[in-house]
């Protein structure tokens, strides 16, 4: 038997303003041109361009007290300079601070512009609109390392430079597709690291090649003769001999193919004494073969300038400069571009909504031209709140780190988590956490991303905390003044720390030295 029953529901939904806005807020520089760029080409009523033309500021003065029903709020007037930078001074040691006025609140909905209520937001949104707006940091997911950021196109990559370079060997036709095989299977590194009996089962399966490995094998040496050197090798011990290859052949360069053919293993763990007596070799000559291996590349696909990947270029979102002790943040030009709604499409509108006829061709284009309008409005506003979210965001990274930001240096970063910004700009920490997303400022001393400057406490004697870059600074600095002959283990390194006052545990000197891509003590002997 059915039943039916009323039931009465409180749920929290975002508005698509809100996730417009969201959706903004999160990403760099560079990915927000090329949104800004999709916008303009779906809808037509969005143009750049300042929205204060002449002629607008002229119908003003003659009719100021004209219907604002189609006027639009100039893209900088939350701005108090036309550069969108802070014409307030801030410093950490005055009582007042710079306050920077926002639109609405990053829990506020964005209002939509008047007669908005007439319209019904299903008629032109479309679902997977709303259902899309999860993003990254908004539960499990891909962590940030690996999330796809812009690049700049560097010209040609390391595939066709060989593939080039295989053109002009002199191989027949199924030499030639053994080798295209070949070189699509190098990866980033330079290395092929499948087995050639797995390239073969490719060969037969997908071009209906029957070779066996021997053959495979003779068109991977012409592969390995190209540049650059070192390319397609196997493993690292072929990848360093290939290198030594094609080096004068002298005693220095014997030497080091003798070490890397006989005393690999010992190479890798550096336990030199044994390959010293091994290979019955002076001291000299063991620096000298020792330091040439150093020099190779043991990498040959990631460097230079047609590498495997591409090289990435940092776009900073932020300029912060110091005037004699004051600072001026402003953001990328990018950042803050000219928006405004389409003249042509607010003076249709007002045609289309004062005729005196109206029949169902009308109304759909008087519904089409609103639809238009008002996503203009909307991706315009949520450009201006995502402007203001990331200065008021900045000025209060740069209130809080005022000293390193005066000097650069890394021990006078102080202690900073995402709440204690979301707290001093009064908004949730998951915009915070957007906004240090991807986000780079630059600075006197370089550009920082915005996670730079976020660290934990490490506990000192004194009573105080200190940054836990701070404490990675020091440890860096111990390590590099070390004796290369007989590194600091962990322990001693804890002991050192403990003595200058930072109260840390030997497993987290070992996190710290981890994440400072600092091998282990036995790794870094030298001789």
């Known amino acids: 038997m059915q039943r039916l029953d009323m039931k009465q529901l409180l749920s929290q939904k975002l508005s698509p303003q809100q996730i417009?806005?969201?959706?903004?807020?999160?990403i760099p520089t560079a990915e927000l041109e090329a949104r800004i760029k999709e916008e303009l080409e779906v809808n037509p009523a969005l143009e750049e361009g300042d929205e204060n033309t002449d002629d607008e500021l002229e119908d003003q003065d003659r009719d100021d007290d004209a219907d604002d029903a189609d006027d639009y709020d100039d893209p900088d007037s939350e701005f108090d300079n036309d550069d969108n930078t802070l014409d307030e001074d801030f410093d950490t040691g005055s009582e007042e601070q710079p306050e920077i006025e926002v639109a609405a609140k990053d829990d506020e909905p964005i209002e939509s512009a008047k007669d908005n209520e007439e319209l019904d937001l299903g008629d032109y949104l479309n679902d997977d609109e709303i259902a899309g707006y999860k993003m990254q940091g908004d539960g499990p997911g891909e962590p940030d390392d690996d999330r796809e950021m812009p690049l700049a196109d560097t010209g040609a990559s390391l595939l066709d430079s060989l593939l080039d370079q295989l053109g002009f060997a002199d191989l027949d036709d199924k030499q030639e597709a053994i080798g295209r095989q070949l070189i699509g299977s190098i990866d980033n590194d330079g290395y092929i690291r499948r087995d050639l009996s797995a390239?073969?089962?490719?060969?037969?399966?997908?071009?209906?090649?029957?070779?066996?490995?021997a053959e495979i094998e003779g068109v991977l040496h012409v592969v390995q003769s190209f540049d650059p050197a070192g390319i397609a090798a196997r493993d690292l011990q072929e990848c360093l001999l290939l290198q030594l290859e094609r080096r004068p052949q002298d005693e220095v360069t014997e030497h080091a193919e003798r070490i890397l053919n006989e005393t690999f293993d010992e190479f890798t763990k550096k336990h030199?004494?044994?390959?010293?007596?091994?290979?019955?070799?002076?001291?000299?000559?063991?620096?000298?073969?020792?330091?040439?291996?150093?020099?190779?590349?043991?990498?040959?696909?990631?460097t230079g300038p047609v590498g495997m990947g591409k090289v990435q270029y940092i776009i900073p979102d932020f300029i912060l400069t110091n005037d004699n002790g004051v600072f001026n943040l402003t953001l990328n030009a990018r950042n803050a571009p000219d928006l405004r709604v389409a003249p042509a499409y607010t003076e249709m509108f007002q045609t289309y909504d004062k005729a005196a006829k109206k029949d169902k061709k009308m109304k759909e284009a008087v519904t089409f031209v609103k639809q238009k309008l008002d996503s203009a409005r909307w991706f315009i506003d949520a450009i201006k709140q995502r402007q203001q979210t990331l200065?008021?965001?900045?000025?209060?990274?740069?209130?809080?780190?005022?000293?390193?930001f005066l000097e650069g240096d890394e021990s006078k970063l102080r202690p900073m988590i995402l709440k204690d910004i979301a707290t001093e700009i009064g908004m949730d920490i998951s915009t915070v956490s957007r906004v240090a997303?991807?986000?780079?400022?630059?600075?006197?001393?370089?550009?920082?991303?915005?996670?730079?400057?976020?660290?934990?406490?490490?506990?000192?004697?004194?009573?105080?905390?200190a940054?836990?870059?701070?404490?990675?600074?020091?440890?860096?600095?111990?390590?590099?003044g070390e004796s290369k002959k007989r590194p600091l283990s962990d322990d001693k390194l804890e002991k050192m720390l403990n003595a200058r006052g930072y109260n840390i545990a030997r497993r987290t000197v070992a996190k710290y030295r981890e994440q400072l891509n600092i091998p282990v003590a036995r790794l870094r002997k030298e001789l």
């Open 391 to 404: 200065l008021r965001t900045m000025d209060a990274i740069v209130r809080y780190q005022h000293d390193f």
């Open 437 to 465: 997303n991807s986000k780079s400022v630059q600075t006197e001393f370089g550009i920082y991303p915005l996670k730079y400057f976020f660290s934990e406490g490490i506990a000192t004697d004194s009573g105080e905390d």
């Open 199 to 213: 390239i073969a089962n490719d060969l037969a399966f997908s071009q209906n090649i029957e070779a066996d490995e």
């Open 272 to 302: 030199y004494p044994r390959i010293q007596q091994k290979l019955d070799l002076e001291d000299d000559e063991l620096k000298e073969a020792i330091a040439l291996i150093l020099k190779l590349n043991p990498k040959p696909g990631g």
């Open 20 to 26: 417009q806005f969201i959706k903004l807020l999160q």
């Open 467 to 480: 940054s836990s870059r701070e404490v990675k600074h020091i440890l860096k600095e111990i390590i590099e």
